[in-house]
């Protein structure tokens, strides 16, 4: 389920489509199971096809976001979560709205969500800040290798953008969601810290998530003026050991042991509407 391109015809009003990247919306549902007690055999079996057929990415379903995935979420916070991305917020939102009109709907109720927007950060360095930032690591300045590894960031990078601002979601089994924030506090404002300071915090803290490629990916979105907090960050993994790990690691990096404010973790596992059904109970 990791989605389709977006064609012409698809194409959203432009005064609610983002300059750049796409809207990016989490939400996540709990089970009122005195509703669905009262609910009838034949209710319940529609609205669990209604539930499938939903979250089931249909390369004919035009009104589908393009980028869409299901889960079943761990823990009492709530019972199974969608992660939405589009150019068109409209159509994110269908989903939710068709969710709450099934004939589940009266049993289900939302109990978190958070509204972002993809973004490229202003830490991600351009290839002479790359080059910079190699050389204060060590690499002689006019070293072949050095020469070798610019250019190769700096063929990478447009990939890397656009996987920034429009990413593809990878069929991984576990995953994690939490929101943050940067600290205003006295001795820690992140805000009034000089950006060559945070640009150097910023790079330690994706060196030490660099460690982790090909088993941990993220996408981190940007909630500033349309949510409570800050970032959004999603995480995907191939074992769920990884989102510890790395949680862990990058924990001691400066910029989150000493500026990061975290909310709450959900964390899921990849799941399509009958395999929610299912697991739930349904």
Known sequence: MTGRPTSPAQLPDPSTQPSSGWHCTHMFYSIDRGILRDLSAAERKHGCGQLDAILRHSEE???????????????????????????????IDRVHQRIMASELGPALEPTYSFVSFTEISEYVPNPDQYRDRLIAGGEPSDSP???????????R??????????????????????????????????????????????????QSGMAFAGRVTQVVTVSVGVDDWEWGVTLWARNPDY?????????FDEASAKYGEFGEFFVGYQAGGKAIAEHCSL
């Open 61 to 91: 379903g035009v009104h589908d976001p393009v980028r869409m995935q299901s889960y079943i979420i761990a823990g009492h916070k709530a019972d199974f979560g969608t992660l939405l991305l589009d150019p068109d917020p409209l159509k």
């Open 243 to 251: 989102l510890k790990d790395i949680v862990y690691k990058m924990r």
């Open 157 to 206: 990078l447009p990939m890397m953008n656009r996987q920034r601002l429009t990413p593809e979601l990878p069929d991984w089994p576990s995953m994690c969601f939490y929101p943050m924030n940067k600290s205003r506090v006295v001795g820690a404002n992140w805000f009034t810290t000089p950006f060559s300071a945070r640009n150097s915090m910023m790079a330690e803290h994706a």
């Open 145 to 155: 290798a050095l020469a070798a590894k610019v250019a190769a960031y700096e063929k």
